[in-house]
């Protein structure tokens, strides 16, 4: 078993296709093929079923392939380490991000670590923080930046905290509450809300500020990214939000007040508890986050 058929094995995987998988990995498709073929005999199951419309994974292949992608990534970790023993970081850097993150400015980051370290192949995932905690775990993210609330913490992963803020309320232009400068959750309780899906940690922390205050909300449309569905739904005077004050500045054509007793929100990079890659230092070292 060869490093290069799991990752032929992959890129089918991933494009569900012998062709594109080919051109992705700068062999002709019988080269390919004939690989993957070999595999599936020292293996002794079929990894993929093909038909004229389609290519998809077997249960052998369902159960080969997370196998496949740690060996190749712990081979591309080995290489790293390497590197890093006589002065070099390559490798790759895989960075996870909520949509709302305000302590760290990453794309400015990233900028300046591909300067550095041009070496170095960077990918960029935007998600929720709960499943950016799963990706750093597992090993798929390198690093994370959440939010969380205060009450809770990243757990099975390490890390270090960036920032409190607390929410704000956004509203539209013409809403009634525009004018003034502060509200209260009471206040607010009375409105429609649009917020991220329940259980979401952008999410929780909203909830069980209502909760604490004795309060229900009605939340009657849920999103899953806030720059863009959701603001335009606060323009339209469908709903308001509940936002971190520091991320509020970006969005357009909607007014910000305080709240008197907000949640607060705590931003946090992470990494994996078995450490972090050359790449993944290096690139924290830029942020200066040294813990």
């Known amino acids: 078993m060869e490093l290069q058929q799991m990752r032929y094995v992959l890129a089918v995987a991933e494009t569900s296709s012998f062709t594109r998988a080919a051109e992705r990995c ?5 080269a390919l093929s004939h690989q993957i073929a070999r595999l599936e005999r020292e293996l002794g199951a079929r990894l993929f079923e093909r038909t004229s419309r389609r290519v998809r994974l077997t249960p052998a292949g369902e159960a080969f392939l997370p196998a496949a992608r740690q060996c190749l990534e712990a081979a591309e970790r080995a290489a790293a380490e390497v590197a890093a023993a006589v002065g070099e970081v390559r490798g790759r850097l895989a960075v996870g991000l909520i949509p709302t993150v305000a302590a760290v ?4 980051a990233l900028r300046e670590f591909r300067r550095k370290y041009p070496q170095v192949r960077i990918g960029l995932r935007v998600g929720a923080s709960e499943d950016l905690v799963e990706q750093v775990r597992q090993g798929a993210a390198d690093v994370a930046f959440l939010g969380l609330p205060a009450s809770a ?3 099975g992963v390490a890390g270090a905290e960036l920032g409190r803020d607390r929410l704000v309320a956004v509203v539209a232009p013409d809403h ?3 004018g003034d400068a502060a509200v209260d959750l009471r206040a607010l309780s009375a409105e429609v809300f649009v917020d991220l899906p329940a259980g979401t940690a952008g999410r929780v922390q909203s909830d069980e500020a ?4 004795g309060l229900r909300r009605e939340v009657a449309f849920e999103v899953t990214t806030v720059d863009f569905l959701m603001a335009r739904l606060v323009r339209q005077g ?15 054509g909607v007014r910000t007040l305080e709240v008197t007793d907000a949640p607060q929100r705590v931003e946090y990079a992470v990494w994996n508890l078995a450490g972090r890659t050359p790449a993944a ?11």
Do not use: H, K, N
């Open 26 to 30: 700068l062999v002709v498709q019988s």
């Open 105 to 108: 400015d990453v794309p400015d």
């Open 238 to 252: 469908l709903a308001v939000a509940l936002l971190p004050s520091a991320y509020v500045p970006q969005l357009t």
């Open 281 to 291: 230092s290096a690139f924290l070292e830029v942020l200066g986050i040294t813990a």
């Open 176 to 178: 009634p509450l525009a």
């Open 153 to 155: 913490r990243p757990q």
């Open 210 to 213: 209502f909760a604490a205050a």
